[in-house]
């Protein structure tokens, strides 16, 4: 979360499933790690709270703009520091942290490079970058198909507040204009994981038939779906084409 004091009127992610791409992702990337972790925008920092669990050497921080957020991330877990921050003016002394993540946060910001030269000020050289990024401006996939022929082009801007459509190739830039090496990326969300994505937020969204909702056919097909991108991220975890989420590794110059 980026912004907002107030707690959201929708339920609020507060945990994670140990299958989690994301988390499995950022947690290999963080084995052998040690010292302080920043989790930027962490809301209630469960990411970072499941990170610190596995690897105990680790000092976890968390910082955001919602309180509501922060206050659950230490309620949650006393061990963390938490920080009231805007992520374009962070407020820490610059090479304070050994390692970095930020999930599903940048595609929020009206100027993520703002964001990425503060985290970057605040790592030491050396230190590790992780970031869970949606590309949904990137070629041949369905988001980018449906923002080029203006068929609900805007469900995520509306529903999540995502208001950059990053490229893959635009997401490297990004980092290394701000001082990154980027080490390595794989990706998530393909064809049948953008399908599960684009009818969730569908779904979710106002003017959904809710008898189709409760149909116990149409329940049984989405479970389906879920299960069956999830497969896919895991067996199309080194393809780039045709992939929306971008899970990057960089290391800070």
Request: with cysteine; hydrophobic share 45%.
């Amino acid at each position: 979360m980026t912004s907002g004091q107030a707690a959201p009127t929708w339920r609020p992610d507060t945990s994670l499933n140990p299958g989690n791409i994301a988390l499995a992702r950022a947690v290999a990337q963080m084995a052998g790690r040690s010292g302080r972790v920043l989790e930027a925008g962490a809301g209630t920092a469960r990411f970072l709270r499941a990170i610190c669990s596995r690897f105990p050497e680790l000092k976890g921080h968390a910082c955001d703009t919602a309180i509501w957020g922060l206050a659950y991330a230490k309620q949650a877990d006393g061990q963390l520091a938490v920080t009231r921050a805007d992520l374009t003016a962070l407020p820490y002394q610059s090479e304070t942290f050994d390692a970095v993540v930020v999930f599903d946060v940048l595609e929020h910001l009206r100027q993520p490079e703002l964001a990425v030269r503060e985290m970057a000020r605040v790592m030491r050289p050396g230190g590790l970058f992780h970031a869970l990024v949606p590309c949904e401006g990137q070629p041949a996939t369905l988001h980018w198909l449906m923002w080029k022929v203006g068929v609900a082009a805007d469900l995520k801007e509306k529903r999540l507040g995502h208001v950059q459509r990053f490229t893959h190739g635009a997401l490297r830039g990004l980092l290394e204009g701000e001082g990154f090496r980027v080490a390595g990326a794989s990706y998530s969300m393909h064809w049948i994981g953008q399908v599960k994505d684009i009818v969730m937020h569908a779904q979710e969204g106002q003017g959904f038939p809710q008898w189709l909702a409760r149909n116990p056919v149409y329940r049984v097909l989405n479970t389906g779906l879920w299960a069956a991108s999830y497969l896919e991220s895991r067996a199309l975890a080194p393809l780039a084409a045709c992939a929306v989420a971008v899970h990057v590794t960089a290391v800070k110059q």
